[in-house]
T-cell receptor
């Protein structure tokens, strides 16, 4: 079993929809949770990160962490065709550890 | 351009040849990481530098792989005697102290034929 599980998709939604992307993990030592966006043949781009449980909002993006369930989510409001990309979750035990553990990524397609 | 820069962007090589990739991190970043990403997978950690010191290496980094970061600035990743299984995107990232804010370069796509 992988440490971080993520549905590869693709997830297809119409423009304007609310998108929910999720990851589950098995290692309770993870404390920092990141979301990256990766366009085809490009490097991952950091969207946001959260520490421990709770919510964090940045524009149209909201990240949620539920450590009791080992479940994290990224919500995208008012989705746009430009949001079409692969979304990767990544986790870190603490800032002293340098190894980000990634999910496989979920491919999102937003149609106009 | 103040982002992480990787060169070359693409490399095609014959099996058995040696290849070297370069990464120039964001200038004030003291931490530098190498990851490998294969199709349909997330990036996998290879190694990490703090300044010029290589502090952590993954089991994925076989004896054929070597990474350096002389003077704590740019880094190189060399693969000797390449194999077809080495075909992947090699990603470099950098951060300033905090592993939570690692910024990635565009990657070097290696194809071994």
């Amino acid at each position: 079993q992988k440490e971080v599980e993520q549905d590869p998709g693709p997830l297809s939604v119409p423009e304007g929809a609310i998108v929910s992307l999720n990851c589950t993990y098995s290692n309770s030592a993870f404390q920092y949770f990141m979301w990256y966006r990766q366009y085809s043949r490009k490097g991952p781009e950091l969207l946001m990160y959260t520490y421990s449980s709770g919510n964090k909002e940045d524009g149209r993006f909201t990240a949620q962490v539920d450590k009791s369930s080992k479940y994290i989510s990224l919500f995208i409001r008012d989705s746009q065709p430009s949001d079409s990309a692969t979304y990767l979750c990544a986790m870190l035990m603490n800032t002293g550890f340098q190894k980000l553990v990634f999910g496989t990524g979920t491919r999102l397609l937003v149609s106009p | 351009d103040t982002g992480v820069s990787q060169n070359p962007r693409h490399k095609i090589t014959k099996r058995g040849q040696n290849v070297t990739f370069r990464c120039d991190p964001i200038s004030e970043h003291n931490r530098l990481y190498w990851y490998r990403q294969t199709l349909g997978q997330g990036p996998e950690f290879l190694t990490y530098f703090q300044n010029e010191a290589q502090l952590e290496k993954s089991r994925l980094l076989s004896d054929r792989f070597s990474a350096e970061r002389p003077k704590g600035s740019f880094s190189t990743l060399e693969i000797q005697r390449t194999e077809q299984g080495d075909s992947a995107m090699y990603l470099c990232a950098s951060s300033f102290n905090r592993g939570t804010e690692a910024f990635f370069g565009q990657g070097t796509r290696l194809t071994v034929v």
